[in-house]
């Protein structure tokens, strides 16, 4: 991953590189390698966050449709 700096403007070459980082998850990903996740723990959050994720498509279906 790499951003050009234009004219020497260091500070939107930085908000460039942090909205990449954000959509690519690293500062997520980060996050969660502080800390030593056991296996069981990772299967509870990654079932967790399938069902969050479900839950808002289908509010967002939901909603489209005129529910």
Known sequence: MFVLVRDNNVDQAIKAL???MQREG???????????????????REAAEAIRRARKMERKRLEREGF
């Open 18 to 20: 942090k909205k990449k």
């Open 26 to 44: 690293i500062f997520r990903e980060m996050k969660l390698r502080r800390h030593f996740e056991k296996p069981s723990e990772r299967k509870a």
